[in-house]
């Protein structure tokens, strides 16, 4: 039996190198699969790692219908054995009601990879979804770090710097905890971090601890 699966974590737990890795599984054992995302960091109709693995996808927007993309391509003669969604999140919960269908009635694998809480910490309405609707949630094994050496649980947005808790829900940037770059002039320069809860309760960024001493070396190792 097909089945509907989400694994989930916080960014930087490599969910997009298990997509990727995911796919190659299957298709070395000779099944056809297709590869979905939406605003991915690396640009448009792309699956990206941030271990330099990437690999062409089809671009997920809020009118992307996946039944009906599904049963044109099968109409036409495509063979579909699974399907790899990645950040998940971004899709509308409609569209997770559609992959639940693309499982039960035509008994195609999906696999969705995505973060369940924004930058203020409330759930995705498509993760949300994937919650309520999926026959497995598996959350990564592979454990994100706050500055602090805790295990990090939450994603943080900064902008120039600074950790913001209000704005656009869908704003791409990537992970950087060490380095900002300097805005020009007018500019906002975006950027996420992990965060154990203290510290994004408290709005505290790598950035911030340094500027006030409160741990010179945050992490026991270089």
Aim: aromatic share 8%; net charge negative.
């Amino acid at each position: 039996m097909a089945e509907l699966t989400f694994r989930t974590g916080t960014m930087d737990t490599g969910k997009s190198t298990l997509a990727l890795q995911t796919n190659h599984n299957h298709a070395a054992r000779g099944r056809v699969g297709r590869l979905f995302t939406s605003h991915d960091r690396a640009g448009v109709a792309i699956v990206s790692s941030r271990l330099g693995l990437s690999a062409h996808a089809q671009e997920v927007d809020g009118a992307f219908d996946f039944w009906r993309y599904t049963v044109e391509a099968l109409t036409q003669g495509a063979r579909i054995d699974y399907m790899i969604c990645d950040e998940a999140q971004f899709y509308t919960p409609d569209q997770i009601d559609q992959l639940a269908k693309v499982v039960d009635e035509l008994q195609i694998d999906v696999f969705c990879f995505g973060i369940l809480t924004d930058f203020r910490t409330r759930l995705f309405p498509g993760a949300a979804r994937l919650v309520e609707l999926a026959d497995r949630t598996e959350v990564l094994q592979v454990e994100a770090l706050c500055w602090c050496g805790k295990r990090a649980t939450h994603n943080a947005r900064t902008e120039n710097g600074v950790m913001v808790t209000e704005g656009e829900v869908v704003v791409v940037g990537d992970v950087d905890p060490t380095e900002q770059v300097p805005a020009v002039d007018d500019e906002v320069e975006v950027a996420y971090e992990v965060l154990c809860r203290q510290h994004h309760r408290r709005g505290l960024t790598a950035a911030r601890a340094r500027a006030v001493s409160l741990s010179p070396e945050p992490l026991p190792f270089s």
